[in-house]
């Protein structure tokens, strides 16, 4: 990426649906950046704080962390047959966000074939079993421990 660029051009040609394989996004992300060391920095560095890495204000709430329901909600996610490597990232970007006071959790990773269709029929999601990326576990659903799915500006309990 140039200096400046706050969005790759290999994730802007994904996003117009240019790729027809991971692989092809793999090549494409390292004919941007051929060194392998510098490359993986973009997933595994820690961001510093300026403009594309703020954080919302209404998030931060490090008192959540000292609670009984952050702890349980901690343990919630299923991890039996979870990728190792998507186990790694979510505990990196958990991570990230708690050193900024943000209180994340894994609401969700491995999923089995009832507790996926049990969702759909719930109208809490729209990819029946095998085809959610849970079910091979390759997914995770992060979500905010005072605010779970509904991201707006209520404001934080006490």
Known sequence: MRPGQLVSSWWQRYVLGAFKSPQD???AARSENPDQMISDNRFFAIPEHGPAFDSPQRLY???EFL????????????WQHADPRIRYWAAL???YARKRGIPLYVHSAFRTEAEQSALVAAGRSRAP???SAHNTGQAVDIVHSVFYWEMSKRPIRN
């Open 61 to 63: 709430a490090p008192q």
């Open 67 to 78: 609670t009984d329901a952050y702890l349980s909600q901690s343990h919630r996610a299923d």
């Open 93 to 95: 970007f958990i991570e």
């Open 25 to 27: 996004i793999v090549l």
């Open 129 to 131: 079993f095998p085809r």
